[in-house]
């Protein structure tokens, strides 16, 4: 099946500091999701970008397909950032099983 | 309105036990699912429906039965619990197999004892 790399695997930052997180993955996708999951457990999507650059906020992403990889900006972090954030994709080919990523933690420091 | 809603959020039980976790979505998509989340916060799948048919099954023994009695829903039944089975398991749905976002339930703790 496809493979999901998510780096880095741990991140702290002070508040308003600037972060990249980074989703490598292995085959050509049509289904690419971020996700935070907050300190509750709770599982909040982010942005819905198979390909190109979305912005929501203090948030950003940008994939490219062609080169099998995802970024998501965190600019001006704030605590409430803090949790784990997730890539997610599905392959454009063969069997349709939504992977995901293990994840970045992110601890935001006042 | 909780747009994919799970019961109950924690269940507590004994190894042995049967239990069911319930998961209704009121967005009207056509694709649910079921997801298991280990201690170190890894994301599996472990079943899929379309339209009330099975179309995803992952490699998940067969105490783990699912079923949807309509499109809006899609229950998650154990048999004879094992210590092995603790863990979140979360619900979610998406308007067509392919090309959609997934939304997520807020999940349900269970604990073996």
């Known amino acids: 099946g496809i493979q999901v790399e998510q780096s880095p695997p741990d991140l702290i930052l002070q508040e308003g500091a600037n972060s990249t997180l980074r989703c490598n993955f292995s085959?050509?996708?049509?289904?690419l999701q971020w996700f935070h999951q907050n300190p509750w457990g709770q599982l909040i999507n982010l942005f819905y970008i198979p390909s190109g650059t979305k912005q929501n906020g203090r948030l950003s992403a940008t994939t490219v397909a062609t080169e099998r990889y995802s970024l998501l900006y965190i600019s001006s972090s704030q605590t409430t950032d803090s949790g784990v954030y997730f890539c997610?994709?599905?392959?454009?080919?063969?069997?349709?099983?939504?992977?995901f990523g293990r994840g970045t933690s992110l601890i935001v420091h006042p | 309105d909780t747009a994919v809603s799970q019961t109950p959020k924690y269940l507590v039980t004994q190894m042995g036990n049967d239990k069911s976790i319930k998961c209704e979505q009121n967005?009207?998509?056509?694709?649910m699912y079921w997801y298991k989340q280990d201690s170190k916060k890894f994301l599996k799948i472990m079943f899929s429906y379309n339209n009330k048919e099975l179309i995803i099954n992952e490699t998940v023994p067969n105490r783990f039965s699912p079923k949807s009695p309509d499109k809006a829903h899609l229950n998650l039944h154990i048999n004879s619990l094992e210590l092995g089975d603790s863990a979140v398991y979360f619900c979610?749905?998406?308007?067509?197999?392919?090309?959609?976002?997934?939304?997520f339930g807020d999940g349900t703790r269970l604990s073996i004892l």
């Open positions: 967005l009207g998509h056509d694709t």
């Open positions: 085959d050509s996708v049509n289904n």
């Open positions: 997610a994709v599905a392959p454009s080919g063969g069997s349709y099983i939504p992977t």
């Open positions: 979610a749905s998406s308007q067509a197999i392919r090309n959609q976002p997934q939304h």
